[in-house]
């Protein structure tokens, strides 16, 4: 069964500095990875997705994620941080091997301080 | 511009009512999802629709229905069954094609039982 974990509830970091936000996966086939942001009271926007190829994925806002296959991991990273970025992101998996059911992290909310 | 639309924003329902939250979109997406989000919980999927006609149940189907009559529109019916209907819910889309893998959302409708 497919399964991704967020194991932070809340990042912080102050304003200029690298973040992370981490992510696990598990699926029976290759993964489809993704990540979205949701501002307050918003639906969630789409960051950037790992299909295949690169293992460094450059998506939108300056964020970019890192596949790393024999970690299971799919790391939303920024080389630094904006207080705009403060937010809420969720990543998702897909598994190849058929369907179109996503399932998505519980979520992990970024804090960036001025 | 393309996208999903979803009304009403802010839904209030009283004990025993069925509410109905609609989910347009003008993607020409095959594939539309309706989540559920709560607090600390990520999104939970409550019913999917690959194509017109058709639709399965997700996660936590029991107490909401849905119908797809029309590529464009997912309705979803919250029904008296529902015991805990007061959530954010979310409804979604995606192209079958293979070069898109990723959702766009709605900007979401609050439910709120009174």
């Known amino acids: 069964a497919q399964s991704v974990a967020q194991p932070e509830d809340q990042v912080n970091v102050a304003e200029g500095n690298p973040l992370t936000v981490k992510c696990t996966y598990s699926?029976?086939?290759?993964?489809?990875l993704f990540w979205y942001v949701q501002y307050p009271n918003r639906g969630l926007q789409f960051l950037l997705k790992?299909?295949?190829?690169?293992?460094l994925v450059k998506g939108s806002y300056g964020f970019e994620a890192e596949f790393n296959k024999s970690q299971t991991s799919f790391h939303l990273k920024k080389p630094s941080a904006l207080v705009s970025d403060s937010a809420l992101y969720f990543c998702?998996?897909?598994?190849?091997?058929?369907?179109?059911?996503?399932?998505f992290g519980a979520g992990t909310r970024l804090f960036v301080k001025a | 511009d393309g996208g999903i639309t979803q009304s009403p924003k802010y839904l209030f329902r009283k004990e025993g009512q069925n509410v109905t939250l609609s989910c347009e979109q003008n993607?020409?997406?095959?594939?539309m999802y309706w989540y559920r989000q709560d607090p600390g919980q990520g999104l939970r999927l409550i019913y999917y629709?690959?194509?017109?006609?058709?639709?399965q149940k997700g996660d936590i189907a029991e107490g909401y229905s849905v119908s797809r009559e029309k590529k464009e529109s997912f309705p979803l019916t919250v029904t008296s069954a529902q015991k805990n209907p007061t959530a954010f819910y979310l409804c979604?889309?995606?192209?079958?094609?293979?070069?898109?893998?990723?959702?766009?959302f709605g900007s979401g409708t609050r439910l709120t039982v009174v």
């Open positions: 979604a889309s995606t192209s079958r094609g293979p070069e898109r893998y990723g959702y766009t």
């Open positions: 699926v029976s086939g290759n993964p489809y």
């Open positions: 790992y299909i295949t190829g690169d293992n």
């Open positions: 998702a998996v897909r598994d190849s091997t058929g369907g179109f059911k996503t399932i």
């Open positions: 993607l020409n997406h095959d594939a």
């Open positions: 629709s690959q194509i017109v006609n058709d639709f």
